[in-house]
């Protein structure tokens, strides 16, 4: 079972649309959780990073939001663009000294015009 | 701003072929990963290395070998290529430590004929 569960898997809006993307994650004991976006065709861009003490952090039209005791995380994205079409992958860290992040699978954003 | 580059944005090789993928980072990170990434099961980890010459299995290391001769390259190796390979590939790079971002090259889009 992933460990870093996403939803939607998929969404289209329409441009100019909010939408806010979910990821809830088992991993522990939690260090961080990273949002990346992923253009078609090239790798993946981090967005943001949230440790556990912040519950809220924004980039531009980005904001993120994050509830540790309920293990969730969300990515609100305001007055859509059609270059905010990409995929989304939720990354989450634990403590202790791995190097190895546990991705979850990503939600596929289309915005239409 | 950091780069790592993978030698090749597309590649089509034939069944058996031994394949070599390349990832060059310019920014002296530590770390190093190989990911796969295949429609609906999100990014998989191969192999990963922290220093030169160490390295250690991911998740699907199978079919797989990496070499670390110098600390900005880390080479992916498919001993006999398969059609069940054919994946994109993405190789990451990042500073030690657990709030570190990773970056990603651009991918490279692997077809085993």
């Known amino acids: 079972k992933n460990q870093v569960e996403q939803s939607p898997q998929s969404l289209i809006i329409l441009e100019g649309k909010n939408c806010t993307l979910q990821?809830?994650?088992?991993?522990?004991?939690?260090?961080?959780l990273r949002w990346y976006k992923q253009d078609t065709g090239r790798g993946p861009v981090s967005l943001t990073i949230?440790?556990?003490?912040?519950n809220t952090k924004s980039n531009g039209r980005y904001t993120a939001t994050l509830d540790a005791d309920t293990k969730q995380s969300s990515l609100h994205i305001t007055a859509s663009q059609l270059s905010d079409s990409a995929s989304y992958i939720c990354?989450?860290?634990?403590?202790?000294?791995?190097?190895?992040?546990?991705f979850g699978r990503g939600t596929s954003l289309i915005v239409h015009p | 701003d950091v780069k790592v580059t993978q030698s090749s944005r597309y590649l089509v090789k034939r069944t058996g072929e031994k394949v070599f993928l390349e990832c060059v980072q310019d920014?002296?990170?530590?770390?190093m990963f190989w990911y796969r990434q295949d429609p609906g099961l999100g990014l998989r980890l191969i192999y990963f290395?922290?220093?030169?010459?160490?390295?250690e299995k991911g998740d699907i290391p199978e079919g797989y070998s990496v070499s670390r001769e110098k600390k900005e390259r880390f080479s992916l190796i498919l001993e006999s290529a398969s059609t069940n390979q054919t994946s994109m590939y993405l190789c990451?790079?990042?500073?030690?430590?657990?709030?570190?971002?990773?970056?990603f090259g651009q991918g490279t889009r692997l077809t085993v004929v």
């Open positions: 990354v989450v860290k634990v403590v202790g000294g791995s190097y190895i992040p546990t």
């Open positions: 990821c809830n994650y088992t991993v522990s004991p939690f260090s961080n």
């Open positions: 949230m440790t556990f003490s912040e």
């Open positions: 920014m002296d990170h530590e770390n």
């Open positions: 290395s922290y220093d030169v010459k160490m390295k």
């Open positions: 990451a790079s990042q500073y030690g430590g657990v709030n570190t971002e990773a970056f």
